[in-house]
C-alpha cells in the first residue's frame, strides 16, 4: 500500500501527512512533486496544507493548474482515494474535483486554533473509524475557509449526504451550514479545512485526526481483499 503526498510550491504540511502516515499509521508514503504527471501504483493521495504559490490569485488557484493535477483528476476518476487538507481542499475546488469555493473567513481574520467537528458520516472510505454523530477536535490554521457554494447545489450536497464534517458549536469563518468537509458523490474524494494530521498523536494535544488515515487504510486493504476474492 502505497500514498503520495503531494508538494506544490509553498505547500508547508507535507512532511507532517508523510510523518503520520508513515511513523503513524505505518504505510509506505512518498512525496510527489507537483510536476509529476504519473500516480501509478499509488492507492491514496493527499493534498497538503499550505500557501500553494503563496495564495497568489486566490489561495489554491495556481497550483489547481499544475501537471499533477491533471493526474489526481485521472486518479480519482479511476476510484483512487484524494485528500484535501486545508490548502489542499481549496485546490480541489479549484481544480474542479469538489463543488464550490473557499471565501475569506467572516471578519477577514486569519483564525489558528482548535475546533470541534460533527461526523456526519461514517460511510465513507475516510471516516469509517468514527462513530456516526461523534464530536471531534482538530486544529484549523486558514484564513479564506468560508465554503460557499450556491443554493441548489447546497441542497444537491445536502441531498446526497456530501457534507462529511460540519462545525459544532462555532462557526469559527462563517461557513454555509457550518460545513468543514464535503465529498464527491462517488466518495472517493474529500476536502477538509481542520488538520487531521496535526492531531494524530497524543503529544500534539489530541488523537482523533489519525482515525481519518486509519479508515482510508482500512478501506484500501478492504477493497483489495474484495479485488481478490472476485478473481478467485
Known amino acids: 500500500m502505497r500514498f503520495g503526498v503531494v508538494t506544490f510550491p509553498g505547500s508547508n504540511c507535507d512532511a507532517d501527512c508523510r510523518w503520520v502516515l508513515r511513523e503513524v499509521v505505518g504505510v509506505e508514503t512518498e512525496f510527489v512533486w507537483h ?31 499544475s501537471p499533477v493535477m491533471r493526474a489526481v483528476r485521472e486518479f480519482a476518476a479511476r476510484g483512487g482515494l484524494v485528500l484535501g487538507i486545508c490548502n489542499g481542499f481549496q485546490v480541489l475546488l479549484e481544480a474542479g474535483l469538489l463543488p464550490g469555493a473557499m471565501l475569506p473567513n467572516l471578519g477577514a481574520r486569519f483564525r489558528c486554533e482548535w475546533v470541534r467537528l ?23 490554521a486558514h484564513r479564506e475557509g468560508r465554503y460557499y457554494v ?6 444537491r450536497l445536502e441531498a446526497a449526504g456530501c457534507v462529511v464534517f460540519r462545525y459544532e458549536g462555532e462557526n469559527p ?28 498523536e497524543g503529544i500534539l494535544g489530541g488523537e482523533d485526526g489519525r482515525l481519518l488515515f486509519e479508515s482510508m487504510v482500512d478501506w484500501i486493504r478492504a477493497t483489495r481483499k474484495e479485488a481478490v476474492r472476485w478473481r478467485s
Not at 457550518?178 to 496535526?198: C, D, K, S, T
Open 173 to 200: 469563518n462563517g461557513s454555509l451550514h457550518g460545513i468543514a468537509g464535503i465529498r464527491n458523490e462517488p466518495g472517493n474524494v474529500l476536502g477538509l479545512m481542520p488538520h487531521p494530521e496535526r492531531c494524530a
Open 150 to 155: 450556491d443554493p441548489s447545489t447546497l441542497g
Open 118 to 140: 460533527r461526523v456526519e458520516r461514517t460511510d465513507t472510505p475516510f471516516t469509517s473509524r468514527y462513530r456516526p454523530g461523534q464530536v471531534v477536535r482538530m486544529p484549523i
Open 35 to 65: 510536476e509529476e504527471t504519473d500516480l501509478g501504483g499509488l492507492d491514496a493521495v493527499v493534498l497538503p496544507g499550505g500557501f500553494s504559490y503563496g495564495d497568489y490569485l486566490r489561495a489554491g488557484a495556481i497550483a489547481a493548474t
